[in-house]
């Protein structure tokens, strides 16, 4: 028999017993909410932008033991990516990045990826409007 | 790691007294009851003294029980049973909405082959109302099957009230007892049941054996076909092992039932009241006291349950959820929707239930981490913001 049996790789139940980057970030770049349709858990990421690079991710979910583990890895993955990189994060990455989660689990990683998604979509649209009024500022000025 | 078993309502373990009995049976006493000879009379023999020890727990002739090969198959027993010998006097059946899934899915079963079956509602505490059961019988009626306690949030049903409705209506009444029985007082008579089921491995027997009581006079088809085997009602060699363990554990059970009752309510009690003192946000589930002596089911606000299990066992501590993460079908605690919580409360449930081997030191050790784990997740939590 195995000393030690449990639902999740060693790997989830690191990340899960020390999650990383919990929390939120104070005026955030981009941020993502995110609910699970399947099981009606509920996801947040949050993250810091610079020169279209991630400088840094938090999280807080509400969910399983492989939905807190896939926040915290998500979280360490994404930090230092392009908005580029961070868009290809899928879930199967998530998942093995974690040593692989039960099959019924599979759709708390996808709540990740959809989590980091909205974030990213989150700051494009706030940086499209910051970039348009600084054009708008920019023409106001001239007119003056 | 010391760890605490904090999850009898899933499974007890098996006595060591229960054990040393089965094992002859295994080697030197291995016959089968159906023979002839002195090894299959000496396997009869003991199926039969098992046989009035459980009767003897539930206050039943012997002739009136029927060994199964489990709570689930008497529970199938029982309702298809009725449900396809009185097919001819009419089709419809009344439950529970809080059933165990071996009652429920045994009615939605039926549904698909013709029959009607009234799910009836519970209150906040899970408890049903006798009065809801009399209107709900018409004259198609032919079966009541309501659980004696339920298995997630522990509250005791008033069987002997429906019971007594049941009779007079004539309508057969069938009670999953499996809960209850050797935790409890339970006695047929004074139920008013005619089918009741019950399982060994929730009263520190064996896994794989149960039994279907089936009074006198009760129509019902047969759930195996082939031999003659418990009077021909349910076929296959008997499990003579197993039998033995229920029989041993029937009677250990009966020995101190009231004074394990009585430890267990006031462990049940003791962590129920640090419970409620020690964290905040935590609403205790089912009837504070129509519940079975050894079960506490809290919901513990935005925090979710598997999260809460997974920390608990890193400490050691075994209990159970009605989350949706945690439920195979990913869909919350029909019970707890029963009986009105939200979705999100079900998912925040916990359900500790005690037993032989649990002492106040357990219960000190669920107060002193429960606490922390709650403290742990809420911290990550992003309802708990929208909350204040
Ligand atoms: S978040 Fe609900 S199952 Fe993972």
Redesign the interface.
């Known amino acids: 028999m195995r000393d030690v049996w449990s639902?999740?790789s060693e790997k989830v139940?690191e990340h899960?017993?020390n999650?990383r980057n919990?929390?939120?970030i104070e005026n955030p770049d981009g941020v993502g909410?995110v609910g699970n349709p399947?099981?009606?858990?509920?996801?947040?990421l949050y993250i810091k932008v610079k020169d279209s690079t991630i400088v840094d991710a938090k999280?807080?979910?509400?969910?399983?033991?492989a939905?807190?583990a896939t926040s915290s890895m998500v979280t360490e993955m994404v930090k230092g990516k392009s908005i580029d990189e961070a868009l290809e994060i899928s879930n199967r990455a998530l998942a093995e990045a974690l040593d692989g989660l039960p099959p019924?689990k599979m759709?708390c990683s996808v709540l990740a990826e959809e989590a980091l998604k909205s974030a990213v979509e989150d700051y494009l649209r706030k940086s499209k409007h910051v970039l348009s009024e600084a054009k708008e500022k920019k023409g106001s000025n001239k007119s003056e | 790691m010391r760890r605490i078993y904090l999850d009898h309502a899933a499974t007890t373990p098996t006595q060591p007294e229960v054990v040393k009995a089965m094992l002859p049976y295994f080697t030197n006493a291995f016959g089968n009851p159906s023979s002839i000879h002195s090894y299959g009379q000496e396997a009869k023999g003991a199926i039969e003294e098992a046989r009035d020890k459980v009767a003897a727990l539930i206050g039943a002739p012997s002739e009136e029980i029927v060994f199964t090969s489990g709570g689930t198959e008497a529970d199938n027993f029982a309702l298809k049973g009725v449900a396809f010998a009185n097919e001819g006097k009419g089709n419809h059946i009344i439950t529970t909405s809080i059933e165990h899934h071996a009652v429920i899915e045994t009615c939605k079963f039926l549904e698909r082959r013709g029959f009607r079956v009234t799910y009836l509602p519970v209150d906040a505490y899970g408890l049903v109302a006798p009065d809801d059961v009399r209107k709900a019988i018409t004259d198609k009626t032919i079966l009541i099957s309501v659980m004696h306690a339920s298995n997630e949030v522990g509250t005791i049903e008033p069987i002997t009230e429906i019971g007594k409705i049941a009779g007079e209506a004539s309508v057969y009444f069938h009670t999953d007892a499996v809960q209850t029985v050797g935790h409890i007082p339970v006695n047929v008579d004074d139920l008013g049941v005619d089918l009741l089921s019950l399982s060994a491995h929730k009263l520190y027997g064996p896994k794989g054996v149960g039994v279907l009581y089936i009074r006198k006079g009760t129509w019902l088809v047969p759930f195996m076909h082939g031999g003659d085997q418990e009077r021909r009602r349910r076929a296959g060699t008997d499990n003579v092992p197993a039998i033995v363990g229920f029989g041993k554990a029937a009677e250990l059970a009966q020995k101190d039932l009231s004074k394990e009752a009585e430890r267990l309510t006031s462990l049940r009690d003791e962590l129920i009241k640090g419970l409620l003192e020690r964290i905040d946000h935590i609403h205790l589930n089912g009837h504070p006291t129509i519940r079975l002596p050894n079960n506490v089911n809290v919901s513990v606000d935005?925090?979710?349950g598997?999260?809460m299990l997974?920390n608990l066992d890193?400490e050691g501590i075994c209990a159970s959820t009605g989350?949706?993460?945690?439920s195979?079908s990913?869909?919350?605690s029909h019970v707890l929707l029963a009986l009105g919580l939200s979705?999100?409360q079900a998912?925040g449930s916990l359900r500790f239930t005690l037993g032989r081997e649990n002492t106040e030191e357990g219960i000190e050790c669920v107060l002193e981490v429960l606490p922390r784990v709650v403290a742990k997740l809420r911290?990550?939590?992003?309802?708990l913001?929208s909350h204040r």
């Open positions: 639902l999740y139940m899960f017993k999650p919990v929390g939120e909410h399947v099981c009606g858990d509920i996801m947040e999280f807080k979910t509400f969910g399983c033991g939905a807190i019924i759709h | 935005f925090v979710e598997e999260s997974l890193l989350s949706a993460c945690s195979s990913l869909e919350p979705p999100e998912h911290a990550m939590s992003p309802l913001k």
